[in-house]
């Protein structure tokens, strides 16, 4: 499935690979008290909180933005054939729902000159490579790879420690490297005057998230700097798997205040359809206005 935003001279893309019930609220989010979720519980459900079973709502998808000048792949979901023995459910998966939203777009592999990752967890780089008699090789080929400064080091010396417990280091973000494919992103650089990073720390050491487009005709494509719409109105809520909580509610109140009461289109990787929406004021807090 994909949906086509269209934002002046860009036109943004979701390429969806998977999408449902996922992990238990009080799981995903550990600090979550009781009455705060008891209080929300009517808007977030059934979109966002799945009544039946108690699970957060996710998606997992990549968002392409094609400017004048790039076609741009932010983030690259788990992929296939990736050994992940401690995630049964993306254990050697095999699915063609990502490439088949990737075709439905019109572009192939070889049309994408970017890939961002905003962070390098295991659902967002999966795609970066794929199986080729046995070696893991990039899968766009003739992309660039932007991997952030910190970011990289950091993974790759928990790889170093301990390989087994960070398979897709080993399988989606070295081998990137080792082609000379990547680039080494630090601070907050433009690629174009249409495409800049804004650094968002916090659920990992150097996340970043991506600004695309000019005032008024502009997007956030915004990686895992929010996962639920209840960390809009509650910017302190850490989930479970974040670097440092405290500093990602720190990211998500510095850019939902700057694009609050705006037009600019936030764009949220793990927000089931339409994963879209504006940022308006809640209470101490934010709302994001879907659509
Ligand atoms: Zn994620």
Redesign the pocket.
Same mark, same amino acid.
């Given at each position: 499935m994909t949906t086509q935003i269209r934002l002046g001279n860009l036109t943004i893309h979701r390429i969806v690979e998977n999408e449902g019930p996922m992990f238990p609220v009080a799981e995903f989010f550990p600090t979550l008290a009781n009455e705060v979720l008891e209080e929300n519980r009517s808007w977030l459900e059934p979109t966002y909180f799945d009544p039946a079973t108690g699970r957060v709502v996710l998606a997992f998808q990549s968002f392409i933005v094609q400017t004048p000048h790039h076609n741009i792949l932010v983030d690259s979901c788990v992929g296939n054939h990736k050994p992940r023995p401690m995630r049964p459910a993306w254990d050697k998966m095999q699915s063609d729902r990502w490439e088949k939203g990737l075709a439905a777009t019109g572009l192939g592999v070889g049309d994408i000159d970017f890939v961002m990752c905003t962070h390098l &967890?295991i659902?967002?780089v999966g795609w970066n490579t794929r199986l080729d008699n046995g070696r893991w090789v990039p899968t766009f080929p003739k992309a660039r790879y932007l991997f952030a400064d910190r970011e990289l080091a950091f993974w790759t010396q928990k790889h170093k420690e301990d390989a087994a417990a960070w398979p897709w280091i080993g399988d989606s973000v070295l081998p990137i490297v080792e082609a000379k494919r990547a680039d080494i992103v630090k601070s907050d650089p433009a690629l174009d005057d249409l495409v800049q990073l804004i650094p968002t720390p916090g659920h990992t050491i150097d996340h970043y998230s991506v600004h695309v487009g000019k005032p008024g005709t502009d997007a956030v494509i915004t990686g895992?700097m929010i996962h639920s719409p209840i960390q809009a109105r509650y910017p302190e809520l850490g989930m479970r798997a974040d670097y440092d909580s405290k500093l990602a509610g720190e990211s998500r109140r510095k850019v939902f205040g700057r694009f609050c009461d705006t037009s600019t289109l936030m764009c949220m990787? &793990?927000f089931p359809a339409p994963s879209t929406g504006r940022i308006t004021r809640w209470g101490d807090g934010f709302k994001v206005a879907s659509g």
């Open positions: &967890h659902d967002h895992d990787v &793990h």
